[in-house]
């Protein structure tokens, strides 16, 4: 289904009064408010097409009805979700979750919709019915080179289906790792994973990337091959400029300085991107902002910073992904949500002072840096986004438009209360 442009607008007439109030209350107060909306304009996070569908556990799964049945019912949910919030142009793809077997009626579709396609993301964590080696112990750093030329082929076959969807990355995580001291050579699985990595960057087109993901521990529990940062940029180094580091927000121990991380990756040029989400524990894969959206304000603080810096665009220089999924709320309902999320955080980091706060820190005035940052988190900016997103031809209020016009109810009736999306 589609939202019909008019319901929008009318929707937005209604709600405009109530909007334009609360916008002057805050716009009087900013410097270079038009800069500011420009930027949130141009920002849009991809969707995962894996995050369509209720997400499992290790214990069940409970669909959620109306789930989308195939890719291009996936495209047609992410094509509502960028109708109402106009900031999620684009789609991520996981190989072989995601088949687009018609490439061109595929982007097609998706250019109908106005959207395009982001990194696409291999799969080597599963095994698939029709693979011949298992990934049992693992897939590019498997002792086994038999396994590896399975894996690196894989790669190299999702790179071939990125390149006839324009995609310009490829994302990879490995589950690759141990579960007990002793049952694997450290070093040795890591040279072996760098060997197959390079097979694999030798045939990235000119114009694309790899971004090397990083998580602690799960599925393997002692020992992950690429667990950290450091293990990831050490491997995106060694392999070369095309080569950088994605920072998945819940594959950190807890208490890491993520916005540390991510400022020195930005430093260095190694920053490929992000998976957001939200944890309380582990990879939890939780709703962007709904558990730390200070942190999350804070790893915009820096990006907007460091981007500065270096003069890169915020909108395209790097990957913004969401990497979520759940079971007990609507996929689409937590998908609005999660961008509205990241949206307040990156508006949050546009309106620090920095000339002050850089004036703070030279004066070691800790207090007064302090509440530079907590002055800017505390504003409330989502009169901002809405008007951003009005601009852009958007609904005011997403969510609550979504609801209004009974979408999911709309889905379960074309789709059936069964439909069971694919993915985790
Ligand atoms: C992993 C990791 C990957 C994602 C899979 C589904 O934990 O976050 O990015 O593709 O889950
Ligand atoms: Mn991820
Ligand atoms: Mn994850």
Wanted: aromatic share 8%; glycine share 8%; charged share 20%.
């Amino acid at each position: 289904m589609q939202l019909e442009k008019s319901i929008i607008e009318e929707t937005n007439h209604q709600q405009q009064a109530a909007h334009q109030r609360k916008f002057d209350f805050v716009a009087e107060d900013i410097n270079g408010l038009d800069t500011i909306l420009k930027k949130l304009e141009d920002f849009n996070i991809a969707i995962p097409s894996w995050a369509l569908g209720t997400g499992g556990t290790r214990f069940g799964r409970f669909s959620g009805g109306g789930e989308p049945r195939s890719l291009e019912e996936k495209i047609e949910d992410v094509g509502l979700i960028h109708a109402l919030n106009r900031s999620s142009n684009s789609i991520s793809l996981h190989i072989p979750w995601d088949i687009p077997s018609n490439a061109a009626a595929v982007k097609a579709h998706a250019a109908q919709l106005g959207l395009h396609f982001d990194a696409v993301n291999s799969n080597t964590f599963q095994d698939q019915a029709s693979q011949e080696l298992s990934y049992k112990f693992g897939s590019l750093h498997h002792v086994d080179k038999a396994v590896r030329k399975q894996a690196v082929a894989h790669n190299i076959e999702v790179i071939k289906y990125g390149v006839e969807l324009d995609s310009k990355a490829l994302s990879v995580w490995l589950s690759d790792g141990s579960n007990f001291p002793g049952q694997l050579n450290m070093r040795g699985a890591f040279e072996r994973t760098l060997e197959s990595l390079q097979e694999i960057y030798e045939a990235l087109p000119a114009d694309w990337k790899v971004w090397v993901e990083y998580k602690p521990y799960e599925p393997n529990f002692y020992s992950t091959t690429i667990g950290d940062w450091g293990q990831s940029y050490l491997l995106s180094s060694k392999l070369g400029n095309k080569a950088q580091t994605l920072v998945d927000l819940g594959h950190h121990l807890q208490g890491a300085n993520i916005e540390q991380i991510v400022s020195l990756l930005l430093m260095e040029g190694k920053l490929a991107g992000f998976h957001f989400n939200d944890s309380k524990y582990g990879d939890d894969d939780l709703t962007v902002g709904s558990i730390n959206p200070y942190q999350l304000f804070l790893i915009f603080n820096e990006l907007v910073e460091g981007m500065d810096a270096r003069g890169m665009n915020h909108a395209t220089a790097i990957g913004w992904m969401i990497d979520a999924s759940h079971n007990v709320k609507d996929p689409i309902e937590d998908l609005i949500q999660s961008v509205e999320a990241i949206k307040i955080a990156y508006a949050q980091a546009l309106l620090v002072d920095t000339p002050a706060l850089v004036q703070a820190q030279q004066n070691n005035d800790v207090v007064q840096a302090q509440e530079i940052l907590q002055h800017a988190y505390r504003t409330d900016v989502r009169p901002l986004l809405a008007e951003a997103r009005l601009r852009a031809g958007g609904a005011l209020d997403p969510l609550a438009l979504y609801r209004k016009q009974a979408v999911r109810n709309q889905l379960i009736a074309e789709r059936g209360a069964k439909a069971v999306s694919t993915g985790l």
